[in-house]
């Protein structure tokens, strides 16, 4: 898959939708007297804290993805999104209406930092169907 690398604006960051769609977050401390960096800053900084820190992951993280198998493409992964928001959408779930986005986003967040295999992405859409068509027998038996 492809990546790509965001940095927000520098008085406000990145927005909402951005962060909740990433599959890494980076945070390094600045000088508490400048708290924003210019882009070029920005980049240099993150090179720097970059490398650092590959450096130190890199055995654990090969390791860990030949455990794991295959990582999730990326539409797979945000076919599975909507298919969950749909179904939390007929379930009544996003209430209050004018929440409804900052929920999905956080739950995007919340299952993107999983990394996601391929595998994974099928058994969790398995799930959510069996929840979904659960939910129509639970309403057929009512009405028995």
């Keep these: 898959g492809q990546s790509a690398i965001m940095f927000g604006a520098e008085k406000s960051g990145l927005p909402n939708d951005a962060v909740a769609v990433a599959d890494f977050l980076m945070t390094y401390s600045v000088d508490p007297e400048f708290k924003s960096l210019n882009l070029a800053q920005a980049v240099c900084v993150f090179c720097a804290e970059w490398g650092k820190r590959r450096e130190q992951s890199d055995l654990v993280i090969s390791q860990d993805k030949a455990k794991l198998g295959e990582p999730a493409p990326r539409d797979e992964?945000?076919?599975?999104?909507?298919?969950?928001?749909?179904?939390?959408?007929?379930?009544?779930y996003f209430f209050p209406p004018e929440k409804t986005?900052?929920?999905?986003?956080?739950?995007?967040?919340?299952?993107?930092?999983?990394?996601?295999?391929?595998?994974?992405?099928?058994?969790?859409?398995?799930?959510?169907?069996?929840?979904?068509?659960?939910?129509?027998?639970?309403?057929?038996?009512?009405?028995?």
Excluded: S, Y
């Design 77 to 92: 992964l945000f076919r599975m999104f909507e298919h969950f928001e749909e179904e939390l959408e007929r379930a009544g």
């Design 101 to 144: 986005p900052l929920m999905k986003d956080n739950l995007r967040a919340a299952l993107i930092r999983a990394d996601w295999t391929r595998q994974e992405v099928q058994t969790f859409r398995g799930a959510i169907k069996a929840l979904a068509l659960g939910r129509g027998k639970a309403r057929v038996n009512r009405d028995d």
